[in-house]
């Protein structure tokens, strides 16, 4: 069974921050400038772990600039469309009607504007915002 867990900046993200260098760093290319950044510093998170209690997928939702955002959302390549991204979404989600936030944006890449459309989320224009 897969399970999700709900975290601050105020616990240890060793495994936030390790699954995000893997899909960020290791798999996409990205430099560590992008895998953390001074929003992990208050920020919530969700992480999900596989039917064997790995980690396999995280998400973060920070207040930045009066905005609740949702960003960092990463699975691991081999656990890809086995819903974990899906339940990633759905927990930062309800932790941002949880906070009675007026609206959310989500910072992403542009390749992963379709998975956010089926939240009801549009691009905004800004290659990283969709809205």
Not at 31 to 56: T, W
Not at 64 to 77: A, N, P, Q
Not at 89 to 99: A, K, N, P, S
Not at 118 to 127: C, K, V
């Amino acid at each position: 069974m897969i399970r999700g867990r709900f975290m601050s900046s105020n616990d240890d993200c060793q495994q936030i921050f390790a699954l995000r260098r893997r899909v960020f760093g290791e798999e996409l290319g990205y430099s560590e400038a992008n895998i953390r950044d001074a929003h992990d510093d208050k920020a919530f998170y969700a992480l999900v772990f596989d039917e064997a209690g790995n980690p396999a997928g995280t998400g973060r939702l920070t207040l930045i600039d009066d905005r609740f955002v949702i960003g960092k959302l990463c699975v691991l390549s081999d656990m890809r469309g086995q819903g974990l991204g899906d339940l990633v979404m759905r927990m930062l989600l309800v932790r941002v009607q949880e906070m009675g936030a007026p609206s959310v944006w989500i910072r992403a890449r542009a390749e992963s504007t379709d998975f956010y459309r089926r939240y009801g989320f549009l691009p905004t224009g800004d290659s990283e915002d969709v809205e």
